[in-house]
């Protein structure tokens, strides 16, 4: 891979049996996991990881199924669940000698941190979020033509075989779509960086396409049951988010707060890339995270 994270070794590590992730290693200190959104790969950090690293020990994992990390065959709803991605992340900490992390996360990988935060609060010291509401939520509020922003979540959701030939057939304009239509402008994605998420995503139809069904099957039921329980992020939690609430007409505060105990939440114009189109004040919000 031609392009890296600057500062930033990159490794394969196995994190459970036949899975590894690839994963760029820098920075030193306390111990920081980044993990990466839809359609990209851990080079979504770029410009964020290197910042951090100042001052910590930044991970910046290839979640599985993406970029360079293992992509099993989808057995069942359960190989792409969250649970089982935030067991991956889990796997890598305990590989690298660490205990105690905090996590970061972009859409895919923000609803992973959420599972992880949920399943593993002894592991996980902090939670951020970016630009999500969790799985269950994102269902209920999406309804009528406003849903038409999130096509891609239904046609993912169908049963195997179809999804994966449509996409595969046309994967460059699918994946690409989404890198023009989220990013705010083109300096947010140079052409050489959106050349490899698009070589990355184009060799991996099938596992993308399980990850998102899982958000319509097990991962609802996940999240349905810590709901039913009460179970809620005990860590301090900051999310960003787009102002969803202006399209889809809700309050994405009002949906975080039940699930979480110590939460800011904030709106950016920075657009869904954040990371990418707002490096610095993304880098800001994470170490004022870290200092809660």
């Not at 999310?239 to 110590?262: E, H, N």
Request: aromatic share 8%; proline share 6%; net charge negative.
């Amino acid at each position: 891979m031609s392009i890296t994270v600057p500062g930033f070794e990159t490794e394969s590590i196995a994190v459970a049996d036949g899975i590894e992730l690839n994963a760029a290693v820098g920075g030193d200190g306390p111990a920081l996991v980044l993990l990466h959104g839809f359609p990209q790969t851990h080079l979504m950090w770029r410009h964020v990881a290197p910042v951090l690293a100042e001052h910590h020990t930044v991970i910046c994992p290839d979640l599985r199924g993406y970029g360079a990390s293992s992509k099993p065959e989808a057995v069942d709803e359960s190989t792409y669940s969250k649970r089982t991605m935030a067991a991956d992340v889990v796997g890598l900490a305990d590989a690298l000698g660490i205990h105690r992390f905090a996590l970061v996360g972009h859409d895919r990988g923000a609803h992973v941190a959420f599972r992880a935060g949920l399943d593993h609060p002894d592991r996980v010291s902090h939670l951020g979020i970016l630009d999500i509401v969790p799985t269950l939520d994102t269902w209920n509020v999406l309804h009528g033509v406003s849903a038409a922003v999130a096509f891609h979540l239904y046609l993912m959701a169908q049963p195997p075989g179809l999804p994966e030939q449509m996409i595969a057939n046309s994967s460059d304009a699918f994946f690409g779509h989404f890198l023009d239509a989220w990013a705010t402008g083109p300096d947010a994605i140079p052409a050489d960086v959106r050349a490899e998420y698009l070589r990355a995503c184009r060799d991996a139809v099938p596992s993308i396409v399980a990850d998102y069904r899982a958000t319509a099957t097990v991962d609802i039921e996940h999240d349905q049951a810590d709901l039913d329980a009460g179970n809620q992020l005990t860590m301090p939690v900051m999310v960003v988010q787009q102002d969803w609430g202006a399209q889809l007409g809700f309050d994405a505060a009002a949906i975080w707060r039940p699930w979480v105990a110590d939460l800011q939440h904030f709106t950016t114009r920075a657009g869904h890339f954040m990371a990418e189109s707002a490096p610095e004040d993304v880098a800001r919000l994470v170490l004022d995270l870290l200092e809660r």
